[in-house]
T-cell receptor, first 108, second 113 residues
Framework: EDQVTQSPEALRLQEGESSSLNCSYT??????LFWYRQDPGKGPEFLFT???AGEEKEKERLKATLTKKESFLHITAPKPEDSATYLC?????????FGKGTSLLVTP | ETGVTQSPTHLIKTRGQQVTLRCSSQ?????VSWYQQALGQGPQFIFQYYREEENGRGNFPPRFSGLQFPNYSSELNVNALELDDSALYLC????????????FGPGTRLTVT
């Protein structure tokens, strides 16, 4: 059975303090790993898709990387506006199979 | 380019009632997927519609049903509401059924009392 596990569940950072979020996955034949950002009470906002081990993608202060078993979302010098829940998902059939997310709080 | 829109934003219903939620897909997208997100959880797949047919279904009972219209907009219907149906309902559209990148709407917050 396909599974996605995200850690930590919650993370509190000071502004400028870089860190990484982890997404471990078990899937038979990876057809894509997705990262989304979700603000409270809103729909997830698409960030990245990764398809093969070794692939990396960047957007502003965020960088996503992929290995055969996990993906990392690196946040460099975060700002308070980066506070959100970050969701990771893999493709299962026609669906996206999501983890529970990491709730990130960046304080000034 | 118009993004995914959903209506209504919020809804309060009583246990046993029926509800219909609506979604308009992003311009150029012909596939719509529906997800349920309980508080503190990731979204859970309900079903997907492609060319007006149900294309795949998650682990949800038959009282969850849907429709897709010729303009690719979609409805989610839930009958015999239960308290556990209280959640954020998300609609996502994608270019085709084989395009895995899905773009989400703002969601409908359903509260069942």
């Amino acid at each position: 059975e396909d599974q996605v596990t995200q850690s930590p569940e919650a993370l509190r950072l000071q502004e400028g303090e870089s860190s990484s979020l982890n997404c471990s996955y078990t899937v038979s034949g990876l057809r894509g790993l997705f990262w989304y950002r979700q603000d409270p009470g809103k729909g997830p906002e698409f960030l990245f898709t990764l398809y093969s081990a070794g692939e990396e993608k960047e957007k502003e202060r965020l960088k996503a990387t992929l290995t055969k078993k996990e993906s990392f979302l690196h946040i460099t010098a975060p700002k308070p506006e980066d506070s959100a829940t970050y969701l990771c998902a893999v493709v299962t059939g026609y669906a996206l199979n999501f983890g529970k997310g990491t709730s990130l709080l960046v304080t000034p | 380019e118009t993004g995914v829109t959903q209506s209504p934003t919020h809804l309060i219903k009583t246990r046993g009632q029926q509800v219909t939620l609506r979604c308009s897909s992003q311009s150029g997208h012909n596939t719509v997927s529906w997800y349920q997100q309980a508080l503190g959880q990731g979204p859970q797949f309900i079903f997907q519609y492609y060319r007006e047919e149900e294309n795949g279904r998650g682990n949800f009972p038959p009282r969850f049903s849907g429709l897709q219209f010729p303009n690719y907009s979609s409805e989610l219907n839930v009958n015999a509401l239960e308290l556990d149906d209280s959640a954020l309902y998300l609609c996502a559209s994608s270019l085709t059924s084989s395009a895995y990148e899905q773009y989400f709407g703002p969601g409908t917050r359903l509260t069942v009392t």
